[in-house]
């Protein structure tokens, strides 16, 4: 079993900047791919970004391509999301999640942490 606990979020202005944490516990995360999702109030959960475990490759959503970055630190057991030009359009809670596939859709990761709010305003 993996326990996932996010922190950093938050309310910025537009432009602004956040940058989200996901602790793990239990298990190692290191040979986990790693995701971040986020859900709007009256939206579906959405991926955002994703890192793979055995060589650090990194995919996004274009909505926050060039935006977001996403990172982990293995000996930590920490990943981070890294959150740059907000925009109104990012508010929404935001998950991170763990799984041994990387597929790009919510409902195939396994472990998921409780959320966190991120409120950008205009």
């Known amino acids: 079993q993996v326990q996932l606990v996010e922190s950093g979020g938050g309310l910025v202005q537009a432009g602004g900047s956040l940058r989200l944490s996901c602790a793990a516990s239990?298990?190692?995360?290191?040979?986990?791919?790693m995701g971040w999702f986020r859900q709007a109030l009256g939206k579906e959960r959405e991926f955002v970004a994703a890192?793979?475990?055995?060589?650090?490759?990194?995919y996004y959503a274009d909505s926050v391509k060039g935006r977001f970055t996403i990172s982990r630190d293995n000996a930590k057991n920490t990943v981070y999301l890294q959150m740059n030009s907000l925009k109104p359009e990012d508010t929404a809670v935001y998950y991170c999640?763990?799984?041994?596939?990387?597929?790009?859709?919510?409902?195939?990761?396994?472990?998921w942490g409780q959320g966190t709010q991120v409120t950008v305003s205009s």
């Open positions: 999640a763990a799984d041994y596939y990387l597929v790009r859709v919510p409902g195939s990761w396994d472990y």
């Open positions: 890192i793979r475990w055995s060589d650090g490759s990194t």
């Open positions: 239990g298990r190692t995360l290191s040979r986990f791919h």
